[in-house]
């Protein structure tokens, strides 16, 4: 009788490791492209708008690594910077956004239903305890022709006119 339970045991769970390799894999998005600002289509700060112009993001994407090329002009100035995501939250150090500042941003990003999801940290000013943490969201459209990313900023440890700001960059994909 023990081994006949143990037999139906064995095939139960033999017909259950079956079924569940049978289950697709979620496929996350391949960001890889040039992508150009769409500032229309975009909510940020009037002043980011008037600043910042040719905005645009070259991403190389190969799983874990998400390495992001930001180039803009800036008041008449050319500036870029690279930012370095690992989609497998081993974490990443880098530059705020084009931000000029010495102190690094630590961030970890992770995958979450096909959006990558970047937390991040940075510190305000050297000797002060203030930090701005940061949610990103970057989303790709289904049909791959723009990537949005989404933001929520919250100021933690100091007074500011505003404890949270929010945005929304789109960015249409060069063909």
């Known amino acids: 009788m023990k081994k006949i339970i143990f037999l139906i045991a064995a095939v139960l769970l033999l017909s259950f490791s079956i079924a569940a390799q049978d289950k697709p894999q979620p496929v996350n998005p391949d ?3 040039t992508w150009i600002f769409d500032a229309k289509a975009s909510q940020v700060a009037a002043d980011f708008k008037r600043d910042f112009k040719d905005y645009t ?5 190969t799983e874990p690594q998400i390495k992001i090329t930001r180039s803009a002009v800036f008041k008449n100035e050319n500036i870029s910077a690279d930012l370095v995501l690992y989609s497998d939250k081993r974490g990443e ?10 102190q690094e941003a630590t961030s970890k990003s992770f995958w979450k239903k ?5 937390e ?4 305000l000013l050297p000797n002060v305890n203030g ?5 990103e969201k970057y989303i790709l459209s289904e049909d791959k022709k723009t990537l ?4 929520t900023i919250n100021a933690v440890g100091v007074t500011v006119l505003v404890d949270t ?3 929304r960059w789109v960015f249409r994909k060069k063909e």
């Open 31 to 33: 960001f890889t492209g």
């Open 57 to 61: 993001l070259v991403i190389v994407h």
């Open 93 to 102: 150090k880098n530059q705020p956004y084009f931000r000029v500042r010495t």
């Open 114 to 118: 096909g959006v990558l999801v970047r």
């Open 120 to 123: 991040s940290m940075e510190t």
């Open 131 to 135: 930090q701005i943490r940061t949610t």
């Open 148 to 151: 949005i990313i989404t933001g």
């Open 165 to 167: 700001t929010n945005y």
